[in-house]
Structure formats: C-alpha cells, structure tokens
C-alpha cells in the first residue's frame, strides 16, 4: 500500500466531513433567524384546514404545512421539483439545493407525519386559468397528479388548449371537466385562497408556513427537514 494514500484519503474525508458540518450549521442558523423573525406573524386560525382546501395526507397529521403557489410561477415550479431551468440556477447558487415538496412528501406526508396544504396566490399573474382546471380536477380525485403536470409545463400555461390535453393525460372526465369549468363556482374558491394569503403576510410565491412558521421562497429542502424534525420530537 502506498504509505502516502490513507493520510491524503483521511485528509479528503476530513474535508467532506468538516463541510458538511459547516453546511449544516448554516442552515440550523439560518432556519433559526427565519424562525424567530416570523414569530406570530401569521395567525393560526387562518392556516387551519378548511373543507375546500386541496390536502395531500392524513389531516390528522401532527404537522401542517402551507404552501402558497401560483402554477405560472417559475420558483414555484422549482419547489415542486418540476422547473428544472430555475432549479439549475438555484443549485449553481447552492449545490447543495433540493426541491423542497417532493422532500416533504416523501419523508413527511407518506408516513402521516405532515400533510401538504395548496393554496393558490398570485405570484406571477398568470395562473388563475390553471386554477380553474386544477380545481376542477379535484373533483375528480385528480388534484395533485394535474398540479405535477402543471408545474412541468409552466410554459404553456395560459394555453387553454394546452390545459386541456395535460387534462387529459392524468385521466379526467372531459364531460365532468367541461361542465365543472362552465360553472366557475372555483372562483370563490380561488379569492378566499388570495385573501387569506394576504391575511397570513404572503407578498410573494412560493410561502410556506409550518405549523404557522412562515418561509417565503424556493428554500431547500433541509431547512423544512430541520424544522419539521424539531416538531416532531
């Protein structure tokens, strides 16, 4: 063995290892200041599950968590892990970057530990159009699988047609879908997610709030893991 290859090899662990912890440190501090700067700031009650809301998970779940979105918002559609344009330009700002509500559903929601509230607010100015379909898929069951396909094709959002095909795709009723669009009655729906978000201090997408504590912006998903894991204990 060549007698210079473990202190070199101990020398790169010890690089990896001293990093991660400094990562980790950094996002402890700075998950705390975000934390504490937000304290009080939005008002329980109005992040309480409601009969309309759009949940994924066991509503019984110990942890709540918020999300304010807008599907024509390019941030929004890289917390979803679904823009991989701004998920690029967020991972050459932080390497370390991971999109955060794939996080929280595969380590939180599938074991009932949190579940995943969607309300829609105007991040970008062009997602009401989608909104309508989305909540129409919901009467259908189909809420989330339409709200990924969604995200992944923030370009063509405001494309009628170009909804109705990615309807298609997760398997809607076109019939029920054309008749619940007709209707409208999900415009009511979209101005009480509006105005609640503006009630909780939302002035921008993606916000999330958990269990009240807010983050507005496309954060990593570590810093949700350090606060839902401090919940949890």
Known sequence: ?????????????AVLISGSVLYSTGVKKQTASLIDSNKNEAPEVLLQQKDNDFVLGDKNAPVTVVVYSD???PFCGAAAGKN????????QNDPSWIAPVPGIISNYVKSGKAKLIFRYYPG???GELSMGYLSCANEQGKFW??????FANQNSIDNQGVLSALAGTVGLDSAKLDSCLKKGDFTAKIQ???ESGKA???KGTPAFFVNGQKFEGAYSFATFQLVIDDLLK
């Not at 070199?8 to 662990?13: G, K, N, R, Y």
């Not at 991989?84 to 991972?91: A, G, I, R, W």
């Not at 699988?145 to 969604?150: A, I, K, R, V």
Request: aromatic fraction near 8%; charged fraction near 20%.
């Open 124 to 126: 970008h100015g062009t």
């Open 84 to 91: 991989q344009e701004v998920m690029d330009y967020l991972k």
């Open 200 to 202: 909780v201090g939302v």
């Open 192 to 194: 009480e997610d509006v």
């Open 71 to 73: 599907p024509s918002c």
């Open 1 to 13: 063995m060549n007698k210079y290859l473990l202190p070199a090899s101990i020398l790169v662990a």
């Open 145 to 150: 699988q339409l709200h990924d396909e969604f």
